[in-house]
Nanobody, 122 residues
Framework: QVQLAESGGGSVQAGGSLTLSCAVRIQGFGWHVMGWFRQAPGKEREFVAA????????DYANSVKGRFTISRDNAKNTLSLQMNSLKPEDTAVYYCAAKVSQVVSTSDYDYWGQGTQVTVSS
């Protein structure tokens, strides 16, 4: 059974910070890469960041580089996304995702959480 549960979403003023968490419950299958995606109203889902579970390789969308940091805690089976200097354009539903492949990429993720809302106001 695979379960990815996001938490930590909420409302924040522009320039503020939020940290999203994803509780990872994956049993019976191998997996190597975790990622964060987001979908704003009226827009397609877009890649935000990804990380190998060992933490040696990360990737970020250009729109969040320097502001967002993806990390993992293997002992706690938790994926996190630290979001700083938030902008209204960051408003979206954020999804946690996992893939069996070892390739850090913007696509081909196998498992998804249900999402958590992030709203940034000015």
């Amino acid at each position: 059974q695979v379960q990815l549960a996001e938490s930590g979403g909420g409302s924040v003023q522009a320039g503020g910070s939020l940290t999203l968490s994803c509780a990872v419950r994956i049993q019976g299958f191998g997996w190597h890469v975790m990622g964060w995606f987001r979908q704003a109203p009226g827009k397609e889902r877009e890649f935000v960041a990804a990380i190998t579970w060992s933490g040696e390789l990360t990737d970020y969308a250009n729109s969040v580089k320097g502001r967002f940091t993806i990390s993992r805690d293997n002992a706690k089976n938790t994926l996190s996304l630290q979001m700083n200097s938030l902008k209204p354009e960051d408003t979206a539903v954020y999804y946690c995702a996992a893939k069996v492949s070892q390739v850090v990429s913007t696509s081909d993720y196998d498992y998804w959480g249900q999402g958590t809302q992030v709203t940034v106001s000015s």
